[in-house]
């Protein structure tokens, strides 16, 4: 199966500065990488994903870079707003339908 | 999102009793998965279905078992309920765009 690290487990970062999530991956067989966020007592849900032929995605203030021969993914926050605190967990899929998460980033934006 | 539910939303069980979560979707997808969420764990895999009366094991399926009668609902059991699966019970189905999570059942076992 497959194995993803994430780092760091908890982030606190002033208000309107950047946040960086860091994944690596160990099967280099997997092809498709989502980020989800989960805000307190809430499900899990998909803000951005990155398939193994890009090396970047941007969604307004998200980013997400893949670096596949190191095996490595992050998402980027930038000017970070209260609304962002939350979980956010990485995840990432071989060629198939089962997606292995990362333990997650509690990230706390202090206004 | 309507398309997936989870029933019940919390339930207070005791140790030794049978125990079953129920998986609701109206998107006619095809996967349908069942995880665990605890503290310093993440997300991890219970059982998955890959269609009607198809089902295959996660990485923490000891004591669980599941069924799939129905496209639409997946059935997690808890054979006999310990209190180490005291958890978040999320149920998810894979479409398009990834998974889409139900809203989870609060389990503990006293």
């Known amino acids: 199966g497959e194995n993803v690290e994430q780092h760091p487990s908890t982030l606190s970062v002033q208000e309107g500065d950047s946040a960086v999530i860091k994944c690596t991956y160990s099967?280099?067989?997997?092809?498709?990488f989502p980020w989800y966020k989960q805000e307190l007592g809430k499900r899990p849900q998909l803000i951005i994903d990155?398939?193994?032929?890009?090396g970047e995605k941007k969604d307004q203030r998200i980013a997400v870079t893949l670096n596949k021969t190191a095996k490595h993914f992050s998402l980027h926050i930038t000017e970070t707003q209260p609304e962002d605190s939350a979980v956010y967990f990485c995840?990432?899929?071989?060629?198939?339908?089962?997606?292995?998460f990362g333990t997650g980033t509690s990230l706390t934006v202090i206004p | 999102d309507a398309g997936i539910t989870q029933s019940p939303r919390h339930k207070v069980t005791e140790t030794g009793t049978p125990v079953t979560l129920r998986c609701h979707q109206t998107?006619?997808?095809?996967?349908m998965y069942w995880y665990r969420q605890d503290p310093g764990h993440g997300l991890r895999l219970i059982h998955y279905?890959?269609?009607?009366?198809?089902?295959d094991k996660g990485e923490v399926s000891d004591g669980y078992s599941v069924s799939r009668s129905k496209t639409e609902d997946f059935l997690l059991t808890l054979e006999s309920a310990t209190s180490s699966q005291t958890s978040v019970y999320f149920c998810?189905?894979?479409?398009?765009?990834?998974?889409?999570f139900g809203s989870g059942t609060r389990l503990t076992v006293v």
């Open positions: 995840a990432a899929i071989l060629a198939g339908n089962q997606f292995y």
């Open positions: 099967d280099s067989a997997s092809n498709y």
């Open positions: 990155i398939r193994s032929n890009v």
């Open positions: 998107e006619n997808h095809r996967y």
């Open positions: 279905s890959y269609g009607v009366k198809d089902t």
């Open positions: 998810a189905t894979q479409g398009s765009y990834g998974y889409t």
